[in-house]
């Protein structure tokens, strides 16, 4: 499989509104980091074997993604689909989404993120291997180094999909894959900017540290705590929206 289309969650059967899912799982991929700008992807017909799905299916989910401007198609020699630089929602339009998220929906997606990344960082402190944790010290540098909440964003979801992937547990990755997308999307782009890019970096070192030492208990807990801090400052910021009736 390529790099990225095992980790996207797999869909059944055929029907109407399977292009959608397929277009919104291929967006997906790139919200998270698992395609960049410039990114060709693999031939139609493989990739459709790849996510599970018809030809016909992946050319209409494709149209979708070209009419969004997400990716583009080039002719001839070396022509193929490449993906485009497409930024997310504007910070005021995610504000307005927080807005309208539920304090128990937000608790809801905070306690599945927790959970599944805990584990997944469990079970990769037990089986990492080889270069495993100088991959994830690679991806830490790469968040370290990224210059907007976009390309932190996309670095800090690609680090926590990472330990799914250290973990050898394809379906705890693609939970990641989706999980991720939705509290990324929410935390870099609504007041997670400043104060909280060192305090990512620090929980980014330790639960590496925790990996590399083989502490199952350490990475488990470093990696539930860094969510569930995420998930508390989207509480503040959801109630002192709905005080103040932002839109």
Known sequence: MSSFAAYLRPSAGDGPGLPHNVARQLETAIDVGLLSHGDRLPPESELAAELGVSTGTLRQALETLRQRGVI??????????????VSKQAPEAVRHELREWGADSLRDLGDACATVIGGAARLA???????????????????????????RRRADSRFHIEIGVIAHSVRLTQSIVQLHDELASLFWMVGGEAEHHPVTESAHAELVAAIEAADAEAARAAAMQNVER?????????????VRGES
């Open 72 to 85: 583009e198609t080039r002719r001839g020699r070396g022509g193929g689909s490449f993906v485009r630089a």
């Open 125 to 151: 402190a037990q089986r990492a291997a080889g270069d495993d944790v100088e991959r994830l010290r690679s991806l830490a540098q790469q968040f370290r180094a990224a210059d907007t909440a976009d390309e």
């Open 230 to 242: 995420r998930v508390q400052h989207l509480l503040d910021l959801h109630l002192d929206l709905v």
